[in-house]
């Protein structure tokens, strides 16, 4: 039997956390999963994450959480960082920055699935090459086990593809995140490598990416400095369903979901 790998696109405030709340078993249930990854960058009031809201989601059910650049953004946050090891950020960012850039975990029977998360550089931070120390970093992880998924968290598509195409053959699945925008390109790449440009969010997609309407608009409008707020309304779950080898640790399969939660 395959490995089955749920991963929750990026969770938004509340709203995304209580749709996770009622629906997460649900989907568990239905595609058989052993083990649920989750991007919990914006968990925390639409930007961040705290100690308590993390604890939260472990509680639904996910057993790992990655981030992005927003991991940053509750200072309170930085020791919980460095020492939770089922919370991970960008592999990418300097030498002894808090946290760590990859985890191992394992599903019930034991078959270990390391996940690895990068940054991208376009239109972001001027971070080290994520080409680079992708290729260093699953080196060293594949000694541990076969399965290694990333979460690139980038905003341009044509890093997202290239990444794609570099890491094709060498891990198990590339899944964007940070657009908030789900892509309908999901496939398994010549060499077995699982890839979709972005996996979406979780949230109000009554928005713009899970924020107000009325507070973007105007941020776009005037250019002047908005304090945004996060959307309650129409919610939804976006995320991928992963079929991995546990062997050759290759995609076998790749299933785009989007659950709209009463």
Not at 215 to 224: D, G, H, S, V
């Amino acid at each position: 039997m395959p490995v089955k790998v749920l991963f929750i696109a990026d969770i938004i405030g509340k709203p995304g956390r209580r749709a996770l709340s009622s629906e997460l078993f649900r989907l568990v249930d239905r595609y058989s999963v052993d083990v649920v990854i989750a991007n919990g960058e914006n968990a925390a009031g639409g930007f961040g994450i705290t100690e308590e809201v993390a604890r939260e989601l472990f509680g639904f059910g996910i057993h790992l959480i990655t981030s992005g650049n927003h991991i940053w953004d509750k200072k309170e946050s930085l020791d919980f960082v460095n020492r939770e090891e089922k919370l991970i950020r960008p592999a990418n960012y300097p030498p002894g920055t808090p946290g760590r850039g990859s985890a191992v975990i394992q599903t019930p029977s034991g078959i270990r699935i390391a996940v690895l998360n990068l940054e991208g550089r376009v239109f972001m931070n001027a971070l080290d090459c994520p080409f680079r120390v992708a290729e260093k970093e699953i080196e060293l992880l594949k000694e541990i086990t076969p399965i290694v998924i990333v979460d690139f968290h980038a905003e341009a598509t044509s890093e997202k593809m290239a990444l794609g195409a570099f890491l094709d053959g060498k891990a198990s699945a590339v899944l964007g995140t940070h657009t908030h925008v789900q892509t309908a390109d999901e496939r398994i790449l010549p060499g077995g490598t699982a890839y979709i440009t972005d996996v979406g969010m979780t949230g109000s997609f009554d928005s713009v990416i899970g924020i107000r309407k009325e507070l973007a608009i105007e941020k776009f409008l005037f250019q002047l400095p908005v304090r945004f707020e996060v959307a309650k309304k129409d919610i939804r779950i976006n995320s991928v369903v992963l079929e991995i080898d546990e062997n050759s640790g290759k995609a076998l399969g790749i299933e785009r979901i989007s659950v709209v939660c009463r």
